[in-house]
């Protein structure tokens, strides 16, 4: 691990403890809980719970998540292209630097547009 | 054990300034964060013509702390068909995506956890992508059909909008050409420029998104009490709860954080290179001063005794930091040579340029959450497919084309030997122009889809009444 990177794992080792202490700590300090069996049930405004919460919904969320694992991947490789852009620039390579992002973008491009048309991107 | 103890030391030296950076943000972000839910509740007041929080400390000034008081010492809950370790483990995580995406985070030029990486603001925008992991698995782990529903609708709204975030930050960084966080600004002081002029679609779609990634009004589904109770958090309370709501504000300041380093220009004043502008690094110490004499003026006519010397207290603080800073300013200014050579002035006048930064960067911060709490207290909310299809519809495709636009007004630059102003223009223009049509396909649509609704509703009517 290159040296850079030692205060930062340490800082996240002291973010990560900040709210375990507490809770911890606190968990001694407040004063102790007081009610009856009502309390720990799941609020429901006030009616008995019927069913278990883990029952079905909507498949759309699904497509959804699919649908972003394929946009997120095309970020990620947008950052380096990002990132080299201006070094393709000088190096008098503007045609290949945006050509090639353009096929790229070309072919996602057309996905969308056929998600589009499906209407995999209508919640309604 | 005398090596260790050395090591430890050894290694203290190298890298005091991370650790001491590391440990304030850890201790003074949760304070940050509850100040920023006072002055929320100060500008809602102020919007619908009330006074807001007045009772605890002056104008409502300790509301925040006694809030925090009362949320630690407030009775604990965990419900019985819970998912006991999960229920327990989800806040935590939340807060610590949060704050540990601070890390990569520049506060002024020197006041930074992580200085030398150079992947900056991947690394932001990767620990952040955490944040919806501690929301699913809260409201999966309460077993609640409101928290279920609402951490459901909160990941698809948080995906979908990371997506425009990440091309809008893309067109950030084809200008800056690095993900660095200091070359990001010394790009922008390099360039005499604020990249929210170069690229002003890339900026407003990023704050679109952050709004939306952060949870805030007028996209806060998640949290719609009056659909949802209160969403992921509804079986969450006392200090859980609270966890949930420091990291929702610890976002705000990230995302606010990542807005002004890419495109408000960091920890820069407003035109830096300007000389006669110069004696605006006097302003950080002025306004201090200034704060401080208020206090005196108004320590008088305090109603009791604790709020007066609360008062004198903040302006005795102020003004001491102020003088400091003011007298090394001008030290600095007169040529005394003895004073100059001393080792603790030199000290104090290498910090100044750190403070400085660090008062230009969370100005700019905040104005960018001041525009959050507008935005909050003037937009109605938004309904959930309204929601995914500007995500979907518009902003995705608006941010790409926007990328292109940049790529290309860059080429035009540097290939065919345009000026930078009018490339830029030229390109911006044109991605306003798809942007528009994108919303009027929408609209047409939109249009569409709610007749064919209204035709199959009638048609279900038709059959009930036949």
């Not at chain 1, 048309?117 to 209508?122: C, E, P, Q, T």
């Not at chain 2, 300790?62 to 010492?73: E, M, N, R």
């Not at chain 2, 698809?156 to 050409?177: D, H, N, P």
């Not at chain 2, 002035?345 to 930064?357: I, N």
Request: neutral net charge; hydrophobic residues 55%.
């Amino acid at each position: 691990m290159p040296p850079a990177y030692i205060p930062l794992l340490l800082f996240s080792l002291l973010v990560l403890s900040f709210p375990i202490i507490t809770l911890i700590v606190f968990n001694y300090i407040r004063p102790g809980s007081r009610g009856g069996p009502a309390k720990f049930q799941p609020y429901e405004c006030g009616i008995l719970p019927e069913s278990s919460a883990r029952g079905r919904y909507s498949a759309r969320f699904y497509i959804i998540a699919m649908l972003f694992v394929v946009f997120d991947v095309e970020t990620i490789f947008l950052f380096p292209w990002a990132v080299l852009f201006r070094t393709w620039l000088a190096a008098h390579l503007a045609a290949f630097a945006l050509l090639s992002m353009f096929v790229f973008l070309g072919i996602l491009l057309v996905g969308y547009i056929w998600l589009y048309k499906k209407g995999a991107l209508d919640l309604a | 054990m005398n090596a260790v103890l050395q090591g430890v030391l050894a290694f203290v030296q190298t890298w005091w300034v991370e650790l001491l950076c590391a440990v304030l943000i850890v201790l003074v972000v949760p304070l940050i964060a509850g100040y920023i839910v006072l002055v929320e509740l100060k500008v809602m007041a102020d919007m619908q013509a009330r006074l807001g929080p007045m009772r605890v400390g002056p104008h409502g000034l300790l509301q925040p702390i006694a809030d925090a008081v009362k949320l630690l010492i407030k009775e604990d809950l965990i419900p019985d068909n819970a998912d006991q370790f999960i229920f327990w483990f989800a806040p935590v995580l939340s807060m610590t995506a949060a704050l540990t995406s601070m890390g990569a985070i520049a506060f002024g030029p020197w006041f930074q956890v992580a200085r030398d990486i150079n992947i900056g603001l991947l690394f932001v925008v990767g620990v952040s992508a955490l944040g919806p992991f501690g929301i699913v698995l809260g409201g999966w782990a309460s077993n609640n059909h409101y928290s279920i529903i609402g951490a459901i609708r909160s990941t698809a709204q948080l995906i979908s909008y990371e997506t425009t975030a990440g091309f809008a930050l893309v067109s950030g960084f084809l200008l800056a050409g690095t993900l660095k966080v200091s070359d990001i600004v010394q790009a922008q002081y390099a360039g005499h420029v604020w990249y929210v002029f170069l690229t002003p679609v890339g900026f407003f779609t990023y704050l679109i998104a952050s709004i939306a990634e952060t949870n805030r009004a007028p996209f806060d589904l998640p949290e719609a009490e009056s659909e949802l109770v209160a969403g992921y958090m509804t079986e969450y309370s006392g200090f859980r709860w609270s966890l949930y709501f420091l990291a929702e504000y610890a976002n705000m300041i990230v995302v606010g954080a990542v807005g002004t380093t890419l495109f408000l220009g960091g920890w820069l004043r407003p035109f830096p290179h300007v000389a006669w502008l110069g004696w605006v690094d006097a302003l950080p110490a002025l306004l201090l001063a200034a704060v401080g004499v208020y206090c005196v003026m108004r320590a008088g006519k305090q109603p009791a005794r604790v709020q007066a010397m609360f008062m004198w207290v903040v302006a005795l603080l102020c003004i001491v930091v102020a003088l400091i800073f003011g007298l090394v300013e001008v030290a600095h200014a007169s040529n005394f040579a003895a004073l100059q050579a001393s080792h603790s002035f030199l000290l104090l006048r290498s910090m100044y340029p750190g403070l400085y930064g660090a008062f230009w960067f969370l100005l700019k911060v905040s104005a960018y959450i001041y525009i959050f709490m507008w935005l909050r207290f003037t937009l109605p909310r938004f309904r959930f497919d309204q929601l995914m299809r500007l995500g979907w519809h518009i902003l995705i495709p608006l941010s790409l084309v926007n990328v292109i636009s940049v790529g290309v007004g860059l080429a035009l630059e540097s290939s065919l030997g345009w000026n930078r102003w009018p490339a830029m223009i030229l390109t911006s223009i044109a991605t306003l122009f798809v942007g528009m049509l994108l919303i009027r396909w929408n609209d047409k649509h939109a249009a569409a889809a709610s007749a064919s609704i209204a035709a199959d509703n009638s048609q279900v009517e038709d059959s009930y009444a036949g």
